[in-house]
Structure formats: structure tokens, C-alpha cells
């Protein structure tokens, strides 16, 4: 959401639309056409800014491109489109600086954090989306990733798709959740005993302390939910 209108993009292989919402007027509109189209992806804003993050390939490319189609699809999985509001363009695109696939992501106290599924590990990203930020406010400025502490989940939950998450920001915080997938399973199936992370994990990030925790399990598992903050 940015300035009180909602803006959705991606899922579809006959459109690269991205549509608009004001909840005013109770209109949609295309305001744009994305430079890609993708399948699976996640939303995010920050500063007037539109994030589309990750996901599939579909459909014909319409950025040019000399790459081979796996390397275009593995681009798609890592890679961030981002659209200004305001001036009503697509700025530079952004990547993953380690590759790999986007399995969440949220907004967050003006940046983009980003999970991302490698072969052997996963890894967690902070992008600086602060593009109003001042000088001393901390961080590198608009554009820069920095790596930062993985969450605490067993590794083989990053070899196994069965188990997914979701990510939300919440103030400072980034509340990581797990909406498919029973990772006690996943540890039998390897030899391992139980360790009480069946269904509803919650791990919580605090970006001020760059360290997780736990939180309360979630009482009751929606597959494959999307979560959004909402202050009262």
C-alpha cells in the first residue's frame, strides 16, 4: 500500500499489468506495465515505492536479454522490479546479490528484508529502501543489501519446498511464519528425533539487536496464508 491505495502485480501470463486500487473511489486501474511477468511473486512498499520480489517466469520476456532461459529464470527467482509512485516509472532493478530463489519477504522500518532458498543454506537480506533517508540515520543508503543473521530453522528445511513461510514486517521487527509443511516430519524423514516445530513456527527478528526468537506458535495453521501487519 502507498498513500492509501493498493497496488497488485504479477500471476498472470497474458498481462504484465500493475493494477491500482483506491478504496476512495472504488476503482482499479493499470497504471503500468511491469518490465517483467511473474508468477509466485511478493509485494512489498517503502518510501513510494512499489516492490514486486521474486517468483516465476511466465509467459514472453519483455526485457531483452542475452541470457540463456535458465539463467533468466533463475534471475526472475532472485530479482526485485521496482516502481515509483510518484513519478510514475520503473526504476533500476534490483538483485539478490547471492542469487537464489525468494521464498519471503516484507517491508520494514524502510527496508526490504528478503529469504532467500539456496542448494546447501538459507539467507537473509536487508535491503536499504530509505530513499528519503537523511544523513546519519545509519545503514549504507538507497540500493545497498547487507547480509544479516539467518534464521534459527534446521537445514534440512533448505532442501525440502514442503515447508514454506511467510514474512511481515511489524515496526522494527520482521515476524517469519510458517504457513506450510510440518518440519518435525521433515526431521524423522532424515533420522532425526523430534524437535517441537511441528506446524505454525513464528521466529521473530529484531532489526535493532540483528537477532531472533521465538515466538508463540500460531494457534491454528491457514495453508499457504499471506500475513500483513495492521495497527489499531
Same mark, same amino acid.
Do not use: N
Given at each position: 500500500? =502507498?498513500? $492509501?491505495?493498493?497496488?497488485? /502485480? ?9 493494477? *491500482? ?12 506495465? /511491469? ?5 509466485? %511473486? ?19 520476456? *519483455? ?21 515509483? +509512485?510518484?513519478?510514475? $516509472?520503473?526504476? #533500476? ?7 537464489? %530463489? +525468494?521464498?519471503?519477504?516484507?517491508? @520494514? ?9 539456496? @542448494? ?18 545509519? $545503514? ?14 534446521? @537445514? ?9 513461510? !511467510? %514474512? +511481515? ?11 506450510? $509443511? ?7 524423514? !532424515? ?10 513456527? =513464528?521466529?521473530?527478528?529484531?532489526? /535493532? ?10 494457534? *491454528?495453521?491457514? #495453508?499457504?496464508? @499471506? %500475513? ?5
Amino acid at each position: 500500500m =502507498v498513500a $492509501g491505495r493498493i497496488y497488485v /502485480a504479477g500471476g498472470a501470463a497474458r498481462t504484465s499489468a500493475l493494477e *491500482e486500487y483506491d478504496p476512495v473511489s472504488d476503482k482499479w486501474s493499470v497504471v503500468a506495465e /511491469a518490465p517483467r511477468r511473474r508468477y509466485g %511473486c511478493i509485494g512489498a512498499a517503502v518510501d513510494g515505492v512499489v516492490y514486486v520480489i521474486g517468483g516465476l517466469k511466465i509467459g514472453a520476456s *519483455e526485457v531483452r536479454s542475452s541470457h540463456s532461459p535458465q539463467e533468466r529464470r533463475r534471475m526472475y527467482a532472485s530479482s526485485m522490479d521496482l516502481y515509483d +509512485v510518484e513519478a510514475r $516509472g520503473w526504476l #533500476r532493478s534490483r538483485a539478490v546479490p547471492s542469487g537464489g %530463489c +525468494v521464498v519471503a519477504a516484507c517491508a @520494514a522500518a524502510g527496508f526490504v528484508y528478503v529469504l532467500t532458498s539456496h @542448494a546447501v543454506e538459507l539467507s537473509f537480506w536487508r535491503f536499504d529502501a530509505r530513499r528519503k533517508a537523511t544523513s546519519g540515520s545509519g $545503514g549504507g543508503g538507497f540500493g545497498e543489501w547487507c547480509r544479516v543473521k539467518s534464521p534459527p530453522l534446521p @537445514a534440512q528445511v533448505r532442501l525440502d519446498s514442503s515447508v514454506r513461510f !511467510s %514474512c +511481515v514486517g511489524v515496526g522494527d521487527a520482521v515476524a517469519l511464519i510458517q504457513v506450510t $509443511g510440518c518440519i518435525d516430519d521433515l526431521l524423522r524423514r !532424515s533420522g532425526r528425533s523430534t524437535r517441537g516445530l511441528r506446524e505454525g513456527l =513464528v521466529l521473530i527478528y529484531d532489526a /535493532a539487536a540483528g537477532e531472533w526468537s521465538r515466538g508463540a506458535d500460531l494457534p *491454528e495453521v491457514i #495453508r499457504r496464508a @499471506a %500475513c500483513v501487519c495492521v495497527e489499531c
